[in-house]
């Protein structure tokens, strides 16, 4: 199962393709409990994978890199 962890959210906006289009997001912090088969809206994500933060980062856009950062200063904080 899946476990939101309260407390962090943040929200991600950029431009869509179209002009004068933008998509703003809310990402969450989840603890995933056991195997977890990944369910996706085909029409909003072509491709997911299960990465270490730093893999992440690599392969992140930049505004989603931001969210990556503000997470993992969530949960340093968190373990403090």
């Known amino acids: 199962f899946v476990e939101l962890l309260p ?5 991600s906006t950029y431009p869509l ?3 004068n289009a933008r998509k703003e997001t809310m990402l969450f912090l989840s603890l995933v409990y056991g195997a977890q088969e990944v369910q996706t809206q085909e029409e909003e994500v072509f491709e997911h994978r299960w990465l270490t933060a730093e893999e992440a980062l690599g392969v992140l856009r930049p505004v989603f890199q931001e969210s990556l950062r503000r997470a993992e200063a969530f949960l340093k904080k968190a373990e403090q």
């Open 7 to 11: 407390g962090f959210s943040h929200i």
């Open 17 to 19: 393709r179209e002009e």
